[in-house]
């Protein structure tokens, strides 16, 4: 059984870097064809594709996010991370890890954006 689990704070103040990990469980990182996504859900909003790591370790972005977003891997603990600069509290929402295709998903994590 797939499980992906996303962690980090849930709370970061404006101007400062939000950074969130996901942990896979129940197969590789490395699994052929597998892109593992970030995508976000912002309060009255609909799901945002942020962007994401494929299983070679190649990344992608969306424009939206491309000029302060960071995605990377960590092969040996199966994780990945999502790092957002510069944030606002426009970037409060609930913070997904997911493989979509596979329908491989987090339970999702609220951060909120405030001093």
């Known amino acids: 059984q797939v499980q992906l689990q996303e962690s980090g704070p849930g709370l970061v103040k404006p101007s400062q870097t939000l950074s969130l990990t996901c942990t896979i469980s129940?197969?590789?990182?490395?699994?052929?064809?597998?892109?593992w996504s970030w995508i976000r859900q912002s309060p009255g909003k609909g799901l945002e594709w942020m962007g994401a790591i494929t299983y070679d370790g190649s990344t992608g972005y969306s424009p939206s996010f491309k000029s302060r977003t960071s995605i990377f891997r960590d092969t040996a603990k199966n994780q990945f991370t999502l790092q957002l600069s510069s944030v606002t509290p426009e970037d409060t929402a609930v913070y997904y890890c997911?493989?979509?295709?596979?329908?491989?998903w987090g339970k999702g994590t609220l951060v909120t954006v405030s001093s």
């Open positions: 129940g197969t590789s990182i490395t699994t052929d064809y597998c892109n």
């Open positions: 997911a493989e979509a295709s596979r329908d491989y």
